[in-house]
């Protein structure tokens, strides 16, 4: 199965790709993460909606055909990680392909929240996007966990 993180924001740090590798190699067998990073377009003399609409085309153009589209928002649904695990067992039967949407410090555009499948809310907290990523990918892997039946979910 693969699975693509779409993610505004900079380039990774090395704790950060330390963070993401621990996880991504425990589940190497089961997916593949494909990770897109998409440069963020903030920039003074740019308004919130200019800076939405340029992250908003380079994430279109990056969104792999016949994806299962999850977005990532302050207004989506809190899931737990069953739930999750229930979208990741959806996609493997029905033969799709994941992909995460991660927006940049403005969030996401009301074009990409339209064509997203699910907008989901990992917590009422705000997280950086560096760490959101290596929760995900943690979440990711607790998901893969709980289909297979592993003991790490407990």
């Given at each position: 199965?693969?699975?693509?993180?779409?993610?505004?924001?900079?380039?990774?740090?090395?704790?950060?790709?330390?963070?993401?590798?621990?996880?991504?190699k425990q589940i190497s067998n089961q997916l593949v993460i494909n990770f897109i990073d998409i440069k963020g377009q903030?920039?003074?003399?740019?308004?919130?909606?200019?800076?939405?609409?340029?992250?908003?085309?380079?994430?279109?153009?990056?969104?792999?055909k016949d994806s299962y589209i999850v977005s990532w928002d302050i207004k989506g649904k809190n899931i737990n990680?069953?739930?999750?695990?229930?979208?990741f067992n959806h996609a493997m039967v029905d033969n799709l392909k994941i992909c995460f949407v991660i927006?940049?410090?403005?969030?996401?555009?009301?074009e990409i929240l339209r064509i997203s499948d699910k907008i989901l809310s990992a917590s009422s907290f705000t997280f950086p996007h560096r760490l959101f990523r290596i929760i995900l990918v943690e979440q990711i892997y607790r998901?893969?966990?709980?289909?297979?039946?592993?003991?790490?979910?407990?």
């Open positions: 199965m693969n699975v693509f993180i779409i993610s505004v924001g900079n380039k990774l740090n090395q704790w950060e790709h330390d963070g993401i590798d621990y996880y991504t903030q920039h003074p003399k740019r308004s919130l909606n200019e800076v939405l609409k340029l992250e908003s085309e380079q994430i279109l153009k990056k969104i792999p990680s069953i739930e999750l695990s229930e979208i927006g940049g410090s403005f969030g996401l555009s009301d998901a893969m966990s709980i289909i297979n039946k592993s003991p790490y979910h407990k």
